[in-house]
């Protein structure tokens, strides 16, 4: 019995901390409408969840006319070598002789900055975006600018 309340409150504490490693925001966008760059913009708000990984989450936003988009976004990453970090020569000798393989092409993780999302409208269209994070480990939460556009031609700038 002891076991299973330890084991109990165990998975409830991690369950709580992953759940607070989710982020939530906000992100201020102006929607101009399909082939008229110069008619005013109109303020649009984007709202994201991450995991709170870096890694990426949802995104959804209205436009001005009432269709609503939602989707995925993913942040773009990359690996770096153990070159390039200073471990190759002797390091990287010392590790691939039996200290776990020798694998350095993925020892280190490199964010890019950019992140892209593909959203989905309830009326058909579909929104590709890209954007340029502050700080990429941190996500969408530090800020950064972006770009979207729709399939019937409107576009978004987004700030935040």
Same mark, same amino acid.
């Given at each position: 019995?002891?076991?299973?309340?330890?084991?109990?409150?165990?998975?409830?504490?991690?369950?709580?901390?992953?759940?607070?490693?989710?982020?939530?925001?906000?992100?201020?966008?102006?929607?101009?409408?399909?082939? +008229?760059?110069?008619?005013? *913009? @109109?303020?649009? =708000?984007?709202? $994201?969840? %991450?995991?709170?990984? /870096?890694?990426? #989450?949802?995104?959804?936003?209205?436009?001005?006319?009432?269709?609503?988009?939602?989707?995925?976004?993913? +942040?773009?990453?990359?690996? *770096? @070598?153990?070159? =390039?970090?200073? $471990?190759? %020569?002797?390091?990287? /000798?010392?590790? #691939?002789?039996?200290?776990?393989?020798?694998?350095?092409?993925?020892?280190?993780?490199?964010?890019?900055?950019?992140?892209?999302?593909?959203?989905?409208?309830?009326?058909?269209?579909?929104?590709?975006?890209?954007?340029?994070?502050?700080?990429?480990?941190?996500?969408?939460?530090?800020?950064?600018?972006?770009?979207?556009?729709?399939?019937?031609?409107?576009?978004?700038?987004?700030?935040?």
């Amino acid at each position: 019995m002891r076991f299973r309340s330890s084991t109990l409150i165990g998975v409830l504490v991690a369950a709580a901390l992953l759940a607070g490693c989710a982020t939530q925001g906000l992100i201020a966008g102006r929607a101009t409408p399909p082939n +008229q760059p110069s008619a005013p *913009a @109109t303020p649009v =708000t984007f709202s $994201f969840s %991450g995991r709170g990984t /870096g890694t990426g #989450g949802t995104l959804s936003v209205t436009l001005p006319d009432g269709e609503t988009f939602s989707g995925r976004y993913l +942040q773009v990453k990359g690996a *770096a @070598t153990g070159n =390039t970090v200073g $471990f190759g %020569g002797t390091w990287g /000798g010392w590790w #691939g002789a039996g200290w776990g393989g020798g694998d350095w092409a993925t020892f280190v993780q490199t964010y890019s900055g950019a992140a892209v999302a593909m959203l989905f409208g309830d009326r058909g269209h579909t929104m590709q975006c890209r954007f340029y994070l502050v700080s990429p480990r941190s996500g969408f939460h530090a800020g950064g600018i972006g770009q979207c556009q729709t399939s019937d031609g409107r576009h978004v700038d987004a700030q935040f």
